[in-house]
């Protein structure tokens, strides 16, 4: 009885600190930008089988093209589709085209609860008079959001340099007028870099990490950004002088719990082994952040 109660005594502490330890535990998946590999695999199952081999655990959706078919094959393999990322354009008419606000309710019954979606705003109607547009595209995203809560579905403004939405404050302005509590904000690093530039990024995650519902990242490098290709500002995760670990660990601290998604616009190279590297690369964040603790 004796030796039971020494036992416990000398597990309780460790336990307890154990429990108390800060980690990394958001969800990591592939942003469906894979076409540039050389090796890319083109069908829904071979996207699927090739992240299952790697030892991803999500991709994101691509809009409604093959949206059912990825999700199909997500689902048989094992995987998740966290995030489904659609291009949302709007005009005078107050509804969204191409695709349809009927179209994208068919996509949030068929999502996971939990999940989200991130819109790519496009306007050309209303570049000159943002005050009215922002009426008509809250007016859409309201309807969206109050039909989207019922399938535990949340939404968001995805920022995208030369769109309606380019930066992180837009989309939090909008998600303010939008006033859904399924409704947030999110972060792209390689756009946030490319319009904003690197200068006064803690400040930026500090403000308006409590509004994030999506953050993706990349290598990138440091520096002018504003003026970099994106081949300097999109690079397999670990490359670069853009200090990425340091950018997910703010957002960490400062809160935040969404997914986290790898960019890969426009990367070249074997798929397998450029994506292998990206994933060993989020490991090694992980451990880092808790041998900081």
């Not at 154990?18 to 050389?38: E, P």
């Not at 191409?98 to 996509?107: F, L, T, V």
């Not at 990024?201 to 308006?208: A, G, L």
């Amino acid at each position: 009885m004796k030796n039971w109660i020494l036992i416990i005594f000398f597990l309780i502490p460790g336990t307890l600190i154990s429990s108390g330890q800060k980690r990394i535990n958001n969800i990591f998946y592939v942003q469906n930008t894979l076409g540039s590999f050389k090796n890319a695999p083109l069908s829904a199952h071979g996207k699927a089988s090739l992240l299952k081999s790697i030892g991803f655990e999500a991709l994101e959706g691509f809009g409604l093209s093959d949206f059912f078919e990825l999700k199909k094959a997500l689902t048989h393999n094992g995987l998740m589709m966290p995030v489904n990322y659609i291009s949302l354009n709007f005009g005078q008419e107050g509804k969204p085209f191409n695709p349809s606000s009927d179209e994208i309710k068919s996509m949030i019954k068929a999502m996971d609860r939990g999940s989200l979606i991130y819109f790519q705003v496009s306007s050309i109607d209303f570049k000159e008079n943002r005050t009215r547009g922002d009426q008509v595209l809250t007016g859409i995203l309201k309807d969206l959001s109050d039909f989207a809560v019922q399938y535990g579905i949340k939404l968001c403004l995805y920022p995208h340099v030369s769109t309606y939405c380019e930066t992180v404050a837009i989309s939090v302005k909008l998600a303010k007028l939008v006033n859904r509590p399924n409704f947030g904000a999110s972060m792209n690093l390689c756009h946030l870099l490319k319009v904003e530039g690197a200068e006064g990024i803690e400040t930026t995650i500090k403000e308006f990490t409590p509004w994030l519902v999506a953050v993706n990242i990349c290598g990138a490098d440091d520096g002018d950004t504003r003026n970099m290709d994106w081949d300097r500002l999109i690079q397999p995760l670990g490359q670069g002088s853009f200090d990425t670990y340091r950018f997910v660990k703010l957002l960490i601290d400062n809160g935040y719990k969404g997914p986290i998604g790898l960019q890969c616009y426009n990367l070249k190279g074997d798929a397998a082994e450029t994506l292998t590297r990206s994933l060993n690369t989020w490991k090694s964040y992980k451990k880092r952040y808790e041998l900081e603790k």
